[in-house]
């Protein structure tokens, strides 16, 4: 899909151009639909459950539990339930993919360390 420049909006006799914030967000959100992927479109202030919260991530709610409570996502109580700020959710989902990216690269090297090092004393002892 051809990314357009420019969007109008028109209701009866009545125009209003698109910012080109608003176009990005409906091209990328077509993309998606396009694949065959939901999606959903919510202002970063929005309140999430524990349940909502845990949907999004892919985990279980007593897994978000655990993660509200070791401080790693920052939330409210306004009444006997936590609440959390859906830019505060995405933040720590950036967060978590990047140490995970960052653990398997250490992973990777660590494992092509190891095999340089088998396959150099596999060619002393081949030698001997």
Known sequence: MSNPTHLTLTSGD????????V???L???LAALARDQA????????LLTTQQAADI????RPTIVKI???????FVTPGRHRRIQLADLVA????????????LD????????YYLETASADDESAVR
Not at 92 to 103: F, G, N
């Open 14 to 21: 009545d125009h209003a151009p698109l910012p080109s914030e």
């Open 23 to 25: 176009v990005d967000v």
């Open 27 to 29: 091209s990328q959100a």
């Open 39 to 46: 999606v959903t479109i919510l202002p970063t202030a929005t």
């Open 57 to 60: 991530l892919g985990v279980s």
């Open 68 to 74: 509200l409570e070791a401080g790693e996502i920052p």
């Open 92 to 103: 720590y989902q950036q967060r978590s993919r990047q140490q995970t990216a960052e653990a």
């Open 106 to 113: 250490e992973l990777m090297k660590d494992s092509a360390q």
